[in-house]
């Protein structure tokens, strides 16, 4: 079974230019997410998808970030224009949607770096 | 999601088992525990969860105190690929938001 599929892997951009991520989820798999991780931190949610719809979109810092899953299945992230803060590592995850018992799998991420 | 207090690093030898502790003394009735670990340069990976009852898969064994304010994730023989940073968390459901803290940087040493 494949398992969710991040491009790129890394990507390198000058300030104010802007740049997106690509995340394919596992086959089946519902809900989707965007999670934002720094440096030395843990993983911080960015924006939750149930199908086509964005439920939970309140970590998105929706002046430069924007989020689309057409079609209910793959998902591109995008900042624009992206900052010095905004280096990073972003990851998708993907999850059947049971509630409790779901778990989230993990893409190996994006690293971007701004410069 | 309640908060969770992990130690910040912890060492253990090749072979023996390895037993994090998780604080989460404001953990909820409703609210599961969970613990993920992340290989350096990798997402992100699911352990196991538990509500009060231990717990325990291929991977690892989740030992949860009767008052609910504490766990303990059991590696039962550690090897150099477990070396790895590990998140416990508290969540309503899991496929929520997963509130990640700073986790556990464990080490196995040879």
């Known amino acids: 079974e494949a398992g969710v599929v991040q491009s790129p892997r890394y990507k390198i951009i000058e300030k104010k230019q802007p740049v997106a991520f690509w995340c394919n989820p596992i086959?089946?798999?519902?809900?989707l997410y965007w999670y934002l991780q720094n440096l030395g931190q843990g993983p911080e949610l960015l924006i939750r998808?149930?199908?086509?719809?964005?439920?939970?979109d309140s970590q998105l810092p929706k002046d430069r970030f924007s989020a689309e899953r057409l079609k209910g299945v793959d998902s591109t992230l995008k900042i624009q224009p992206a900052e010095l803060g905004d280096s990073a590592v972003y990851l998708c995850?993907?999850?059947f949607g049971q509630g409790v018992k779901d778990t989230q799998y993990f893409g190996p991420g994006t690293r971007l770096t701004v410069l | 999601d309640a908060k969770t207090t992990q130690p910040p690093s912890m060492d253990c030898a090749e072979g023996r088992a390895a037993n994090l502790p998780c604080n989460h003394s404001?953990?909820?009735?409703?609210?599961?525990v969970y613990w993920y670990r992340q290989i350096h340069s990798q997402g992100p990976q699911y352990i196991i969860h538990?509500?009060?009852n231990n717990e325990t898969n291929e991977m690892a064994s989740l030992i949860i105190t009767e008052d609910r304010k504490s766990s303990t994730l059991i590696l039962p023989h550690a090897t150099l690929r477990d070396t790895a940073v590990y998140y416990c968390i508290a969540s309503g459901s899991g496929n929520e938001k997963l509130t990640f803290g700073t986790g556990t940087r464990l080490t196995i040493i040879p």
């Open positions: 998808y149930e199908n086509e719809e964005a439920v939970d």
């Open positions: 995850a993907s999850s």
């Open positions: 538990g509500l009060k």
């Open positions: 086959s089946g798999h519902n809900t």
């Open positions: 404001t953990i909820s009735g409703n609210e599961y």
